[in-house]
């Protein structure tokens, strides 16, 4: 009866559009179609139709605060929307999915004009009519049509197999949740899987980040693709994309360059929409600024979205409470404001050297003939005179060391050894590519296998500086013509910074 009927039919929509989106708008036209193929139930299809539509305004703009152009294009593969985040084949095939209820429908028509014409009696130009459907009728029988229909169906299941799940896409996306649980064996573990030449900048800035999280950025970043502009993302090389709002905010945070970060998050706002983790982002920052009212504000939005209200009633409940409470979120709201900068600077053009430079209170125009501490005003927490460089903000050191490796500044790699070795036990070995790079800067031709120089004057490991003569005589036979020279580089070295140093390649290894 329509008691029960409407009702459920409303919450099949409401249920089909939250877990597929815009295609409960296919189901409801169908089912309107269905009940419109009899003139007498007419109101009842449009009554259908209509709550079909009205169903993503009613979910989206008032259940999710969506925007209208949002909510009428979630999950949509034509027109406006997500789509052009979708690669050209993947979104062909999706459009393919969407257009299978319209064969179909379309097929039910022609089957029953098929059946009407069968049992026609007229003459003239019916008849004709009943020519050109008895023609169209050898290719709709029931068994070649069923046949033909399930042929698609299991077509279109494969092609959407093979790639709307590719299993980069796949893996992409295992990438990116470990790194918002701060799993980052689990981030190395699944980049291992995508293809070298699948890599993508934030594919290698995910990397980057799990490096240092494990302890390994300096010892195996060239063990995987790398390139400059994917250690920040804030370079103008980096294309504009949903992913980079986030992963720039959470890297600067991480660093410790909250304004950066709160610039970027407030982007992610603007651009992608109140995702909560943008909001949690900007309350956490307000926080460390002391700005609590403004996280109050940040976190009631937060509360509205779904499955977000008790995330943010219990952070709603620790900003009232002192911010050197044990609670581990306001322990990362207290790290940030001890490593934070008072001085504002003007940003005309993003540069990740000037950036982490000025985290670590650094100069642009030359490194501080002494390891003097920054001054005061620049940090909230109060010098080390033993390392006054480093122990503030080891990020910063290893992913400033880590562009200048990118970059092929040996120079300046060897003006901050002395960091490191303030920044642990003085006997403590240098990471693997820093010793590398010290090798590269001592021997400036790499056809030189004379290293005693660079052993007196560094403390650089026996393996390093045979790693470096077996380069050495590779490259002296791909110089000579050698086939076998260029597989036996990427066999053995692919994953050392002499052939990054030399042909700007990494992950050949792989």
């Not at 009613?58 to 009428?72: D, F, K, N, S």
């Not at 600024?289 to 943010?312: P, S, T, Y």
């Not at 209170?361 to 002494?370: A, D, F, V």
């Amino acid at each position: 009866g329509p008691r029960v009927r409407w009702p459920l039919f409303l919450i099949l929509c409401m249920g089909l559009y939250h877990s597929a989106g815009m295609v409960s708008l296919i189901f409801a036209v169908l089912v309107g179609l269905g009940a419109m193929r009899d003139r007498r139930r007419w109101p009842e299809g449009l009554g259908a139709m209509a709550i079909g539509f009205s169903v993503p305004w009613l979910v989206g703009t008032q259940w999710h605060y969506m925007t209208a152009l949002e909510a009428y294009s979630l999950a949509w593969p034509f027109g406006f929307g997500r789509a052009s985040d979708i690669e050209p084949l993947p979104l062909s095939v999706l459009r393919l999915v969407f257009l299978l209820p319209v064969l179909v429908l379309a097929y039910v028509v022609c089957r029953e004009r098929l059946e009407n014409a069968g049992d026609s009696k007229e003459t003239g130009r019916v008849v004709a009519k009943v020519s050109l459907w008895e023609k169209l009728g050898v290719w709709l029988r029931p068994g070649l049509a069923e046949l033909i229909a399930s042929a698609g169906l299991v077509a279109i299941v494969a092609a959407g197999h093979c790639f709307l799940r590719a299993s980069e896409l796949h893996v992409r996306f295992q990438m990116v949740h470990a790194a918002t649980e701060g799993n980052w064996k689990e981030v190395l573990r699944a980049a291992r899987q995508v293809p070298p030449d699948r890599a993508d900048l934030f594919y290698t800035h995910l990397v980057d980040r799990a490096l240092f999280h494990t302890g390994r950025l300096l010892d195996d970043l060239f063990s995987f693709s790398q390139h400059p502009a994917a250690l920040l993302l804030v370079s103008e090389d980096v294309p504009p994309a949903p992913p980079r709002f986030w992963m720039v905010s959470q890297v600067a945070l991480e660093l410790g360059d909250i304004n950066l970060a709160e610039q970027w998050a407030y982007g992610m706002v603007e651009g992608v929409g109140e995702c909560p983790r943008a909001l949690e982002t900007l309350a956490l920052i307000c926080v460390a600024k002391g700005q609590k009212e403004a996280a109050r504000v940040l976190l009631r939005k937060m509360g509205k979205i779904i499955f977000c209200g008790n995330r943010a009633a219990h952070l709603l409940s620790l900003v009232d409470q002192p911010i050197d409470t044990d609670a581990p979120w306001l322990q990362r709201a207290r790290h940030l404001k001890a490593r934070r900068c008072r001085e504002d600077y003007a940003v005309q053009v993003y540069s990740e050297e000037q950036l982490l430079r000025n985290l670590l209170g650094l100069p642009m125009e030359s490194r501080p003939e002494s390891h003097t501490a920054p001054p005061e005003a620049r940090f909230n927490n109060t010098p080390n005179d033993r390392s006054p460089l480093v122990s503030r903000n080891r990020m910063a050191w290893e992913y400033l060391m880590a562009f200048y490796l990118l970059t092929r500044q040996t120079d300046k790699i060897l003006e901050h050894l002395d960091d490191w070795m303030t920044m642990t036990d003085t006997t403590a070995k240098l990471p693997r590519h820093i010793e590398e790079a010290v090798v590269i800067h001592e021997v400036p031709e790499p056809q030189r296998a004379e290293v005693a120089s660079a052993r007196r004057k560094r403390s650089v490991s026996d393996e390093t500086l045979q790693r470096f003569q077996q380069f050495v005589v590779l490259y002296g036979q791909l110089q000579s013509g050698v086939e076998s020279a260029s597989e036996a580089l990427a066999r053995e070295l692919g994953d050392t910074y002499f052939l990054y140093h030399v042909f700007g390649v990494s992950g050949a290894k792989r």
